[in-house]
């Protein structure tokens, strides 16, 4: 699972040529909507050059649609050792991603690439999407998260503004399918106000507390917000270690719960806590 998650506009190479000094945990390399049709051609090899020079950071690509005049070339093109796989946009239903799923298969065999090791981040940026979100999560083996694409959403359902109760639901339904389709945690939306730090933060919070791993981010400047907001604190981590070690202490008594500064802890609250430890030694290793 990974924290910030962003977005770099593949055509722009003042923005390509910082990608090495960037904190992010992941680098999406886009395509799609940051990159003009008379473009696409130059963007794909300015991308694929820059996917060569890094040697660190986990890197996606944003490809167009399945269903555009650009996805096959996009997958040809970039496809290649180092990429770790597709965030995918416009994922309407499952057909879409076995598409994807069939394109990418094609593509590792021809490069001598090992199988099924490209992943795939559908978008659910519409109601159709929404409507499916499990059917585009089982879809395939591929698919490790879901995004939520909240603009273009809001935009499908006719949302005339946000303040986070317009689409709570979404969000809300996004965590329950991920979980009942045993893959991490989703992405959440970006924050289009880059320079509203606060607002950055306090939506980030939010994002944590429903059960998102991460945020899409359009700016660098976002990254260190996002970053701190869903590392878990040095008291998260203290109460977590502590609460295992009374748990398992109280296990060794005959007992099945224990208390923690005065909670009831039992093994729900222990795989929590678990989970905190396993979220803080991924984060210190990147």
């Known amino acids: 699972m990974y924290r910030s998650w962003l977005f770099v506009p593949g055509s722009q190479d003042k923005h390509l040529k910082k990608v090495k000094e960037l904190k992010a945990d992941v680098i999406i390399f886009d395509l ?13 090899v300015k991308v694929s050059d820059a996917i060569k020079k890094m040697r660190t950071n986990v890197k996606f690509v944003r490809v167009n649609g399945v269903h555009t005049e650009f996805f096959i070339n996009d997958l040809e093109e970039l496809v290649r ?8 946009p416009k994922v ?4 879409d991603m076995i598409i994807a799923d069939y394109m990418l298969n094609q593509i590792e065999m021809k490069y001598l690439l090992e199988p099924k090791s490209l992943t795939i981040v559908p978008i659910i940026e519409s109601a159709q999407a929404l409507h499916n979100a ?3 999560a089982t879809s395939c083996s591929r698919v490790k998260c879901l995004a939520f694409g909240a603009e273009d959403l809001m935009f499908d359902m006719n949302i005339k503004s946000s303040n986070g109760i317009e689409t709570l639901y979404a969000r809300s339904k996004m965590i329950e399918v991920s979980k009942a389709s045993s893959i991490d945690p989703p992405i959440d939306q970006i924050y289009p106000n880059f320079s509203d730090m606060e607002g950055l933060k306090v939506e980030a919070e939010k994002g944590r507390n429903l059960g998102f791993q991460g945020k899409l981010l359009i700016h660098p400047n976002q990254v260190a917000t996002i970053n701190k907001v869903f590392t ?4 998260e981590i203290k109460e977590a270690k502590e609460v295992i070690e009374k748990y398992y202490q109280a296990i060794d008594e005959g007992f099945g719960v224990s208390k923690v500064n005065g909670k009831m802890i039992d093994a729900p609250i222990v795989e929590k806590a678990k989970r905190i430890l396993e979220y803080d030694e991924r984060n210190n290793t990147m």
């Open 32 to 44: 799609e909507d940051s990159v003009i049709k008379s473009k696409k051609d130059e963007a794909r």
């Open 81 to 88: 050792p180092g990429l770790t796989g597709i965030v995918l």
């Open 92 to 95: 309407n239903k499952r057909d």
């Open 134 to 136: 499990y059917d585009i």
């Open 232 to 235: 878990p604190t040095n008291e």
